[in-house]
């Protein structure tokens, strides 16, 4: 590995670290306490957050020029981000049984925290797992550019796709529960909105500004900050929303 490749992983890690950070420290203070069952959670949103950041560089870098030297960094932190949702998965998996039993992954009985997210995630990773080899120097060499290039292009879409359909199907009742009638007792601060929601909005905010971008560059230039100002808007109003409750 070159000096340069090393420098944009760091600069990769160090992209992916504050966000990691910072919601540890926001389910920290929710929570009341923090152990192995918390970080796993915030793994597994930062995965999301950072793959949707490798999603939006290229509308961004296309919209708005400030945004082109992020391109070069794109494959440094879509592997950062496979890293965290590989933690996240041996973690659920492996090493916390009294909070996720192998078994539970394929009830039928509850869609949210059975088969159907586990397979939606297992897909994710799988793909992600893929792609990562994929992105070995000793691989391209031998790949051809525009072979390697398809498999990259679709292959994060579809695991960036299944990667928030695991985390929206899995989360989207504990979402409605908390709105509808706050947040459990158990909890330190039960007025603060889940972590995943935060994840969860930015996914589809994501999801949105690619979308925009199909309408034509004009309309996705005014259209993009105004979704970002919704999403900033959700986030500060679900916490309002939480302490009014």
């Not at 992916?16 to 959670?41: E, Q």
């Amino acid at each position: 590995m070159s000096r340069e490749q090393l420098r944009q992983y760091g600069v990769a890690i160090l992209a992916a670290l504050p966000v990691f950070a910072t919601l540890s420290v926001y389910l920290y203070l929710r929570r009341g306490y923090y152990d192995l069952y918390i970080a796993n959670k915030a793994f597994g949103s930062t995965s999301l957050i950072v793959i949707g950041i490798v999603l939006l560089i290229g509308p961004l870098s296309r919209l708005y020029q400030r945004f082109d030297t992020w391109v070069t960094y794109r494959k440094e932190l879509g592997i950062v981000g496979f890293v965290a949702a590989l933690a996240h998965t041996l973690i659920s998996l492996f090493l916390l049984p009294d909070k996720f039993a192998f078994a539970s992954f394929f009830k039928l009985t509850s869609l949210n925290r059975g088969l159907v997210p586990f397979l939606f995630g297992l897909g994710s990773i799988i793909i992600f797992f893929i792609l990562a080899v994929m992105s070995l120097d000793a691989v391209i060499r031998r790949m051809d550019k525009a072979v390697w290039w398809r498999w990259q292009y679709r292959g994060v879409r579809i695991a960036a796709l299944l990667l928030y359909f695991h985390v929206v199907v899995m989360k989207y009742p504990g979402w409605i529960s908390w709105f509808e009638k706050g947040g459990s007792s158990e909890l330190a601060r039960p007025f603060m909105p889940p972590g995943s929601l935060f994840a969860g909005s930015f996914g589809l905010f994501v999801l949105l500004v690619r979308l925009v971008e199909l309408t034509g560059v004009k309309v996705a230039r005014v259209a993009t900050p105004i979704l970002f100002a919704l999403l900033l808007s959700f986030w500060v109003g679900s916490y309002i929303w939480g302490i009014l409750k």
